[in-house]
């Protein structure tokens, strides 16, 4: 009898093993049979979420970071020996030449709405494809951002790598270490924030549906643009002179260093006298903080302290 209930008791977790998993990815439903085993993730912040759950060895490739950003330290000892299969974003046949079958990117992130890699032009070669959920709302309607994204992307990423209680027990204490954070806030009446991403003649921000702006309500702010209904897009000057920023945090990423975008804004006879840049409160994130993924509760941290540190 004993021996008939290991044999029971093996066949149920062989049978548990080989279960298929079904996650929700922006409108779709993707199955999968198996965890991948030629994954390639686009961006740096994508790449860091397949990092941070272990996955490297479930890789075979990374794709859309040297194009525009730099890996620090940590993100090069991560990815050493995986190789940059595209400096900016793939083309279906760099994907198919890797022998991927799967393909961690999203809608802005690495594919683009009518281009040649998505969903569904990857699907006939056996490339299945998780897209970044802050990045749903360039294909349909979605609820405003929030640390949830970030954390139903980790989720997500953990069933389909069966790696569920890594995930789990990861995301579990993002949240509690964000509870510190924001438990130990004593804030006023929530600051005004702006976004200065890039561009000179019309800034690049965040709007509603990007990650910023979640972190921003978490620190105890309020993005000025929270009623752009938008991810990541160009506004005018005139709307954030109008609405005169208590505090501006600048991406920092590319070939304007963080520095630079400053002085601009200094600068300009326009943008001189709004309330951020006469009192000089900027607070600079890196990309890969300011954008979906492992490093948004530090960003929180940073953004709290330069919120009410005065």
């Not at 290991?6 to 993707?30: F, G, K, N, Y």
């Not at 991560?78 to 030449?97: D, F, H, N, R």
């Not at 790696?163 to 204490?173: C, I």
Request: hydrophobic share 40%; with cysteine; proline share 5%.
């Amino acid at each position: 009898m004993k021996h008939l209930g290991l044999s029971l008791a093996l066949s149920l977790i062989a049978t548990t093993a080989l279960a298929d998993v079904t996650v929700q990815s922006c409108d779709r439903e993707v199955t999968f049979d198996a965890p991948p085993k030629a994954a390639i993730s686009n961006d740096v912040n994508l790449t860091e979420m397949m990092l941070v759950l272990g996955l490297r060895d479930h890789m075979v490739g990374y794709t859309g970071i040297s194009g525009w950003k730099t890996l620090d330290e940590k993100m090069r000892e991560g990815v050493a020996e995986l190789p940059e299969l595209s400096a900016k974003y793939p083309t279906k046949e760099v994907l198919i030449g890797a022998d991927a079958d799967f393909y961690f990117a999203g809608w802005n992130y690495g594919m683009r709405v009518g281009g040649e890699v998505t969903p569904e032009t990857l699907e006939p070669f056996g490339i299945k494809v998780y897209e970044l959920s802050e990045s749903c709302i360039h294909i349909g309607d979605k609820p405003k951002v929030s640390m949830d994204d970030m954390y139903n992307d980790l989720l997500n990423l953990g069933r389909i790598f069966q790696v569920e209680a890594r995930a789990e027990a990861l995301v579990e204490g993002y949240k509690a270490e964000l509870a510190k954070i924001t438990g130990s806030l004593e804030p006023g009446e929530p600051l005004d924030v702006f976004v200065y991403d890039s561009g000179e003649e019309t800034p690049f921000t965040a709007g509603r549906y990007a990650m910023p702006t979640a972190l921003i309500e978490a620190a105890g702010g309020r993005n000025i643009l929270d009623d752009f209904e938008k991810s990541w897009a160009k506004i005018d000057w005139e709307t954030v002179v109008d609405r005169n920023p208590d505090v501006v945090i600048i991406v920092n990423y590319g070939n304007v260093t963080a520095e630079e975008k400053m002085d601009f804004m200094r600068k300009s006879p326009a943008l001189a006298n709004i309330d951020a840049v006469k009192n000089d409160r900027f607070v600079v994130l890196e990309y890969v903080e300011a954008t979906p993924g492992p490093r948004n509760i530090e960003a929180v941290k940073k953004l709290a302290n330069t919120f009410w540190s005065e």
